[in-house]
């Protein structure tokens, strides 16, 4: 028999597998998941959740997909949260201090709690991503926010009412258009496809015999 | 917390650590000739295990093969037999209705948007809850100096057996450069240099280092801009909703599709002008028992959909195998690896400490050389959950530096990490993960299937990667393949006058069953797999 735990799935004890991930607990327990429950493996944010263990009084964020479980674990799922995404053409807007204001100003009533960073399922800085979004370091927001799954514990947890990841996306847009350089060998190649310079090239491939175009892949030159 | 491996585990990294060094240092392994990786393929490809698929015994592409878990979904019955569905008021009415909230989806929405028409898109679970937020190593595109659409061409079809479709590679590859340029205006964070150079790498097969990442979140990156994007330009998305049905209408055209709400079970028809397929692959079917790298709802909805509605499958007895799904530990048993953990330089080491393959063969050759490895020669790694090979991780940063592997690997260190196992100090166990369905519905170049004015786009079309899929060329194919079914949708529904719906079509395919004499208690689209424990009874 494999170690067993008691876990509280919303308040209810179940005695699942001590291996499970709390994603799998919820399954082995007779649950067929709609809500909650995404890529299971750590990158889409379905699966938030909150936890406890049954005598501490601290709160845990985590990934239901990406956590396992523990004896005595009170756990429940937060399969949404409304966070406050704010539209805009990203064509219009710009890199400045202002867009933040005018679109996500709450952002500076943050009180410094900490509790977003410390409930965050990445383990990222998010109260210091939002400190650089406030002053405008939007390139420091976005590499400090970059492995954001957007699952809106932080947001959960925020006595602000900041929606964090949206923040953060609106900075890593913004630096990935307009503060990042200009990848000019990708425009030039571009403009060269539209001017039709590569027609000849890709017809004259496409245009060989089967067993020429064998011959051309096997002894194909591979850039080291 | 200590390293979850076994001390039968620990005596064998002792040999991989030996000829560590001498890997870093020393030449390239040798890569195979194509006689060698033919017979190899013939030998321990999956696809190859005939005694895996079956003939599907109706429909277009009756007499063909596919696997038996596809020919089951493809010839079980429809959701709502026997229902007679009101199709004269329908609840949404459209220009374009898009199936599928994916990287195809999305693009495909926002190219209808652009293009002016009314377009909506359904989606089972979430928008971005889908395989392209998943996809860690990147996109390829050929935009520098030394590559060109030709070249890149050439990589396509020799990866994919030359059993591709020459003008949806053209397509692929001509479109390549722009298509990552759309991306990055739309404000996609790609790994650049100081100088905006696109910071570029190898995948399996490819000749020119064309790999444009965003460290190895690359899907997800993208997911969600253009998530933000769909969103910013206010494109209605009706989530937790499944189409189960195409709705045609009497000229045989498709004109819209019967949805469910996946929660409260509420039957919905949306009528629309055209319609987009985006619903993506199919690894939650467990060919062959294999885990899965797969999102949740990878179950093949859009090919049972559009094979009912009388659209051709092509290649549907292909799938690839990556081959570095993860072996060990228990939890994340199936997920990927990204391949550009070889990109950088990790190679597969047998539990003697031995190199027995070029890191970066394509990916069939190279989950069969693992399968081979274990299976034939018996020199797999054994641990508790499953056999499978050594990736040795260490040598990244060995070769680039300290620091690089968590720079430009995080997720990948952070998924090890939340086991105890540190892929900077020690390698990983890998084996073969069911990964991309590398055929599907077959389309023309303007991404229209057999059925007139119903699209496909993404990883449920097939012909475009051939037999087998090179590295990233799949999020490239989302994006390509997406935006022009967008396109090409918008532009042909302003010519589109719908007549009267009708779902006869279903109704004439449960005859053809009946007439084979097929008859099965399943229903499908299966929407999602069940993960519950069998042998508990329960009412439903």
């Known amino acids: 028999m494999a170690d067993m735990v008691n876990v509280y799935l919303f308040g209810k004890k179940y005695e699942v597998p001590a291996s499970l991930t709390i994603m799998e607990a919820f399954e082995y327990s007779g649950y067929q998941l709609v809500r909650g429950c995404g890529c299971r493996n750590g990158f889409c944010g379905a699966c938030a959740t909150i936890y406890r263990i049954k005598g501490e009084t601290e709160?845990?964020?985590?990934?239901?997909?990406?956590?396992?479980?523990?004896?005595?674990?009170?756990?429940?799922?937060?399969?949404?949260?409304?966070?406050?995404?704010?539209?805009?053409?990203?064509?219009?807007?710009?890199?400045?201090?202002?867009?933040?204001?005018?679109?996500?100003?709450?952002?500076?009533?943050?009180?410094?709690?900490?509790?977003?960073?410390?409930?965050?399922?990445?383990?990222?800085?998010?109260?210091?991503?939002?400190?650089?979004?406030?002053?405008?370091?939007?390139?420091?927001?976005?590499?400090?926010?970059?492995?954001?799954?957007?699952?809106?514990?932080?947001?959960?947890?925020?006595?602000?009412?900041?929606?964090?990841?949206?923040?953060?996306?609106?900075?890593?847009?913004?630096?990935?258009?307009?503060?990042?350089?200009?990848?000019?060998?990708?425009?030039?190649?571009?403009?060269?496809?539209?001017?039709?310079?590569?027609?000849?090239?890709?017809?004259?491939?496409?245009?060989?015999?089967?067993?020429?175009?064998?011959?051309?892949?096997?002894?194909?030159?591979?850039?080291? | 917390m200590s390293l979850p491996y076994t001390q039968e585990m620990l005596d064998s990294i002792k040999k991989v650590e030996a000829g560590r060094s001498a890997r870093v240092n020393g030449p390239e392994p040798r890569r195979m000739t194509a006689d060698e990786k033919d017979a190899l393929l013939q030998k321990f490809h999956p696809d190859y295990n005939t005694s895996s698929f079956e003939e599907i015994k109706v429909g277009p592409n009756k007499g063909q093969k596919a696997p038996k878990e596809l020919v089951e979904m493809l010839q079980a019955n429809s959701r709502i037999k026997d229902m007679d569905i009101n199709l004269k008021d329908p609840d949404f009415d459209v220009d374009v209705l898009v199936i599928g909230g994916g990287g195809a989806g999305a693009s495909a929405a926002i190219e209808a948007n652009e293009g002016g028409a009314n377009v909506m898109i359904v989606t089972k679970l979430r928008i971005g809850d889908a395989n392209t937020m998943m996809a860690e190593g990147g996109i390829q595109a050929a935009d520098k100096e030394n590559d060109s659409p030709a070249q890149h061409y050439l990589d396509v079809m020799g990866g994919g057996h030359f059993a591709n479709v020459p003008e949806l590679v053209r397509k692929l590859v001509c479109d390549g450069p722009s298509a990552v340029n759309w991306l990055d205006h739309l404000g996609v964070l790609f790994d650049k240099d100081e100088n905006g150079n696109m910071i570029t790498t190898h995948g399996g097969g490819t000749s020119r280092k064309r790999m444009h990442a965003a460290a190895d979140y690359s899907g997800a990156e993208i997911m969600r801009v253009l998530r933000d994007e769909v969103i910013n330009r206010g494109i209605p998305v009706v989530d937790f909703t499944a189409a189960i049905e195409i709705i045609k209408d009497t000229e045989g055209k498709a004109a819209g599709a019967v949805l469910m709400n996946m929660e409260t079970k509420e039957l919905l028809v949306a009528r629309a002008k055209t319609v987009v397929i985006a619903t993506g692959g199919a690894g939650r079917m467990h060919y062959q028992g294999f885990p899965t790298s797969n999102h949740y709802g990878a179950t093949a909805d859009g090919l049972v959909m559009a094979y009912r509605a009388g659209a051709e499958l092509l290649y549907q007895d292909t799938l690839q195998y990556h081959p570095t799904g993860v072996a060990f530990p228990a939890q994340i048993y199936g997920a990927l690896v990204t391949e550009k953990v070889r990109s950088m330089g990790a190679m597969f080491v047998n539990r003697e400490g031995e190199v027995f393959m070029h890191p970066l063969e394509t990916r069939d050759v190279a989950a069969s050389g693992i399968i081979r490895e274990t299976k034939e020669r018996g020199l797999g790694v054994h641990t508790p959950v499953a056999d499978g090979v050594w990736l040795d991780t260490p040598m990244i940063d060995m070769i680039h530096g300290k620091g690089t592997l968590e720079k430009r690997l995080p997720g990948m260190l952070r998924m090890y990490m939340r086991y105890d196992i540190d892929m900077r100090e020690v390698p990983i166990v890998v084996y073969p993960t069911l990964h991309y369905q590398n055929g599907g519905i077959k389309i023309g170049v303007n991404g229209m299937s057999g059925v007139e004015n119903l699209y496909v786009a993404g990883e449920a079309v097939g012909g475009i990667h051939g037999r087998n899929r090179l590295m990233g060329n799949s999020l490239l194919d989302i994006i390509v393949f997406g935006r022009n079914a967008g396109q090409q949708a918008s532009k042909k529904c302003k010519e589109v006058e719908l007549k009267e719906l009708t779902l006869s079509h279903v109704d004439a395919f449960e005859k053809m069953l009946d007439e084979a004499g097929l008859h099965n208690d399943l229903v499908s689209p299966k929407l999602l797999p069940d993960y519950r424990p069998q042998g508990v009874t329960r009412l439903n």
């Open chain 1, 59 to 224: 709160l845990h964020g985590c990934l239901a997909c990406s956590t396992k479980v523990e004896d005595n674990m009170y756990v429940a799922t937060l399969p949404f949260f409304p966070l406050e995404k704010k539209v805009y053409d990203i064509n219009q807007i710009k890199p400045t201090e202002q867009i933040m204001m005018q679109l996500y100003p709450e952002i500076y009533s943050c009180v410094g709690c900490n509790a977003c960073t410390k409930a965050c399922t990445q383990g990222l800085n998010v109260m210091q991503y939002i400190a650089y979004a406030q002053r405008g370091e939007y390139e420091k927001c976005a590499e400090e926010s970059f492995d954001c799954v957007m699952c809106g514990v932080c947001s959960a947890r925020c006595p602000a009412g900041i929606s964090h990841p949206q923040v953060a996306l609106l900075a890593r847009r913004l630096t990935g258009k307009y503060l990042k350089p200009e990848a000019k060998h990708l425009t030039e190649r571009v403009k060269a496809i539209e001017n039709g310079e590569f027609d000849a090239l890709v017809e004259a491939i496409m245009d060989k015999p089967l067993e020429e175009l064998k011959e051309l892949y096997n002894n194909r030159e591979i850039e080291k």
